[in-house]
């Protein structure tokens, strides 16, 4: 199963763009990388995914490298409510339709008033 | 529409009782699973489920048992409680085609004495 590497942790200031990088090396041609975040003491909630292009949708935008082995999630302008802990998972097919996700430990993000 | 919900919140067990952690989901999502998540851990995979009557173990499924009798319910039963059961469950759904985002519940915090 390909992995993926993220610093333990980063911190940046409110009001500021935040770029989460994320290392996968050994992804395969049709794995999706998908970013999820999790803030204290809730679930998990979905943010953003992609397979080659760039994508951008409300709450963030990912760059995805040319080679693919390594994307980057990019706050616009975080807040403190952006303060979490930001997953980088590769999909792991295992049915035509289905699939699971493979959870590394992530990046806690810390954001400075 | 509540989306995931789970129950208890919080539970805690003697060493060897049995219990069923609830999840329900009213989106009509045909996938399901079970995580549960360690301190200062990502998500593992217990038991997942493609549809009603459907089942199957993830990464760490030892301890636990899943059934699947209706769309809209997922129950995670503990056969006998250990120690090393002590985690945080997350529940999770999401239509089926994989590339969709999954939504999660709020969790159980379970300890195991």
């Known amino acids: 199963d390909a992995k993926t590497t993220q610093p333990n942790s980063m911190e940046s200031n409110e009001e500021e763009p935040v770029h989460l990088p994320c290392n996968h090396s050994?992804?395969?041609?049709?794995?999706?990388i998908h970013w999820y975040r999790q803030l204290p003491s809730q679930g998990p909630e979905y943010v953003i995914h992609g397979l080659t292009s760039n994508v951008n949708n409300r709450m963030a935008s990912l760059a995805i490298a040319e080679d693919r082995k390594s994307s980057t999630l990019i706050l616009h302008r975080a807040t403190l409510r952006d303060a979490a802990v930001y997953y980088c998972?590769?999909?792991?097919?295992?049915?035509?339709?289905?699939?699971?996700?493979?959870w590394g430990a992530g990046t806690k993000l810390i954001i400075k008033p | 529409n509540a989306g995931v919900t789970q129950t208890p919140k919080f539970q805690v067990l003697k060493t060897g009782q049995s219990m069923t952690l609830q999840c329900a989901q009213d989106?009509?999502?045909?996938?399901m699973s079970w995580y549960r998540q360690d301190p200062g851990m990502g998500l593992r995979l217990i038991h997942y489920s493609v549809g009603a009557g459907i089942t199957d173990q993830g990464e760490v499924p030892n301890g636990y048992n899943v059934s699947r009798s209706t769309t809209e319910d997922f129950p995670l039963r503990l056969l006998s409680a250990a120690p090393s059961q002590t985690s945080v469950y997350f529940c999770?759904?999401?239509?089926?085609?994989?590339?969709?985002?999954?939504?999660f519940g709020p969790g159980t915090r379970l300890t195991v004495l």
């Open positions: 998972i590769l999909r792991d097919v295992i049915w035509d339709s289905n699939y699971q996700l493979i």
């Open positions: 999770a759904s999401s239509s089926t085609g994989g590339y969709n985002e999954q939504f």
């Open positions: 989106m009509n999502h045909e996938y």
């Open positions: 050994t992804i395969s041609g049709t794995d999706y």
